[in-house]
Structures are given as structure tokens and as C-alpha cells.
């Protein structure tokens, strides 16, 4: 079957084929197996059905009909839909929590949900994709991402619209203290661009690609915005 390549990504060089994606196999492949399993037997549908690892070593996941953003051209997510966003957070943590899979942590977390993450339907989110960086974590942590990648939370936002579309994500997921979720957001960017930093000088070629590419200075960036207007967002 022939292999097409899916736009996006920077790091795991996924094709569609048939119906599976292949992509790079990610850190922890038994744990996002182990994952996808158990959201499939709890019948959740907002994840891709895990299929194994074929014979060069990629990891198989079911392919998610429905449009993925893609690029800066990428419409705004809406208030609906960021809400939408929210509550399917909600529900996979609530799934997880608890649950062997969350270790002593509160939740089983995504670790990376953006709109180029997330399987959209007729405009509302259906589907998380690319839970190659998932793992045990706080609640806080996915609510704080969300934000950060949906509201979303960077120069060429107006504060006080972006504080209030942090207010949508907090009421829709059930999250109340709003410091701790700015507090969060820093703690996110903070760590992002000093990770890819790190990797790009360690010579990781896709850490090189997307400090190439300006993600270091745009989240940096990103990183002085928060911290500069947290009075509005929090
Ligand atoms: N299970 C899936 N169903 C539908 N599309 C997918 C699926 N997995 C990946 N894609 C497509 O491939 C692109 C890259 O996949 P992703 O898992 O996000 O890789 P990367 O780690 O490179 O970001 C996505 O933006 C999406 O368009
Ligand atoms: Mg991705």
C-alpha cells in the first residue's frame, strides 16, 4: 500500500497508509500502547486506536477522519470549541485518574495538546492525536498547555481577550485557581524553549530543525508575553 505523507509534525515523520498512520515509535511506545488500550476499552473515542509496531520499527495507530490545523494560516479555534477542547480534557483525565496507568500522579497527561494535535469534526474537537510525550502528571499541567496553544497566549494577542478566553478553558474543564494555571503556562513555555535549546546544541537533528525554524525565539518570546501580562490572565 502506498505511503502519503501527513503535514505537521517536526519530529515523527508520520505517512498515512490505508487506514493506519506509521510514525517514528515514540520514547515510552509500551506505555502509549498501554494508554490507547485502555482508552479503547473504556470505549473513549478521543484518542487514535494503538496497532502495534510494524516491521520497521514505527509505531500503528488507527487514522482519525476529520481536519487537523495546520500551519499559521490556521482559523482560531472559538469560544465553543476551545470549551469543547476543555471538556475532553476533562473527560481523559477523569478516565485516568486513579488508574495504574497515572502512577502516583494525579492524571495521565497529553503533554502536548495544540490545535495541531487535535482531530476537529464540523469545527468542534473530536480527537487528541500524537500521544507520544504522554505521562503521569498534574490535572494543572494539559489545562495550563491548553491555554498556552489554544487561547492562545503570545505577542500579537490582546490581554484581556486572551485572559478571558483562559476563563472559557478554566469554567469548561473545572479548574479554579487561575495563579496556578499562569504559574503553570510560564512553567511550560520556560521549559519548552530551553528544552530545544538544549537538544539543538546537543546536535538532536529535530531540535536543530525547529530552533532553525525560529521555535526557540517565538516561544521565548511567548514566555516574556505571559509573564508581562499575568494580572490580565490570571
Ligand atoms: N491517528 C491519526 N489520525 C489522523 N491524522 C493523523 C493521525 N496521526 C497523525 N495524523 C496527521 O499527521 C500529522 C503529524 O502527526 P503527529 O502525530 O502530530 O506527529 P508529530 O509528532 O510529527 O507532530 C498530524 O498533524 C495529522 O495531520
Ligand atoms: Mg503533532
Known amino acids: 500500500m502506498t505511503e502519503q505523507p501527513l503535514p505537521g509534525g517536526f519530529v515523527g515523520a508520520a505517512v498515512r497508509v490505508g487506514g493506519t498512520v506509521r510514525k517514528a515509535a515514540p520514547p515510552d ?81 497529553h503533554h502536548d495538546l495544540s490545535p495541531a494535535n487535535t482531530v476537529f469534526r464540523a469545527g468542534m474537537p473530536v480527537a487528541f492525536i500524537d500521544w507520544d510525550l504522554a505521562g503521569p502528571g498534574l490535572r494543572v499541567q494539559d489545562v495550563a498547555h491548553v491555554c498556552w496553544q489554544f487561547v492562545p497566549l503570545g505577542p500579537g494577542v490582546a490581554p484581556a481577550e486572551a485572559g478571558r478566553r483562559v476563563r472559557v478553558v478554566a469554567r469548561a474543564y473545572g479548574w479554579g485557581d487561575l495563579a496556578v494555571l499562569v504559574d503553570t503556562v510560564l512553567w511550560w513555555q520556560d521549559r519548552c524553549w530551553r528544552g530545544i535549546e538544549a537538544g539543538a546544541d546537543a546536535g538532536v537533528p529535530a531540535m536543530v530543525r525547529l530552533r532553525e525554524a525560529g521555535v526557540v525565539s517565538r516561544v521565548r518570546a511567548a514566555y516574556e508575553w505571559t509573564g508581562r501580562h499575568r494580572r490580565s490572565l490570571g
Open 29 to 109: 511506545a509500551p506505555f502509549v500502547g498501554r494508554l490507547l488500550g485502555f482508552f479503547a476499552e473504556r470505549g473513549w473515542p478521543g484518542a487514535p486506536r494503538w496497532l502495534g509496531v510494524d516491521e520497521r520499527g514505527r509505531q500503528v495507530l488507527g487514522f482519525v477522519e476529520g481536519d487537523v490545523p495546520g500551519g499559521d494560516a490556521a482559523a482560531p479555534v472559538g469560544d465553543d470549541a476551545l470549551a469543547a477542547v476543555a471538556r475532553l480534557v476533562r473527560a481523559f483525565h477523569d478516565l485516568t485518574a486513579g488508574s495504574a496507568l497515572a502512577g502516583d500522579q494525579e492524571v495521565v497527561c
